[in-house]
């Protein structure tokens, strides 16, 4: 069993940024990915931006540019961090942990980008 714990949320200026971490603990097998989405009320959850055990990194079309994912091994940690931000980033972002094992969720963190 793999467990999320998110951090990082808030709310920010246009323009601003801000950087979410995810850890992971527990069982975390050496090939997985671990990702970030995003969800707005009433919409679909939608893809951020993903990054392989190997470092492999894959972003929606709407963020390139502007967010950035990382990854700390020795911590077991993912990083977003999120430059440029502008009204429509505004959602609820999840990390998620994807092995052969199946996927697990984080309990989601706000994001919220208004002046």
């Known amino acids: 069993q793999v467990q999320l714990v998110e951090s990082g949320g808030g709310l920010v200026q246009p323009g601003g940024s801000l950087r979410l971490s995810c850890a992971a603990s527990?069982?975390?097998?050496?090939?997985?990915?671990m990702g970030w989405y995003r969800q707005d009320p009433g919409k679909q959850r939608e893809m951020v931006a993903t990054?392989?055990?190997?470092?492999?990194?894959n972003y929606a079309e709407s963020v390139k540019g502007r967010f950035t994912i990382s990854r700390d091994n020795a911590k077991n940690t993912v990083y977003l961090q999120m430059n440029t931000l502008n009204p429509e980033d505004t959602a609820t972002y999840y990390c998620n942990y994807r092995s052969a094992n199946g996927y697990v969720w984080g309990q989601g963190t706000q994001v919220t980008v208004s002046s």
């Open positions: 990054i392989t055990s190997i470092g492999t990194t």
């Open positions: 527990g069982s975390i097998f050496p090939i997985h990915v």
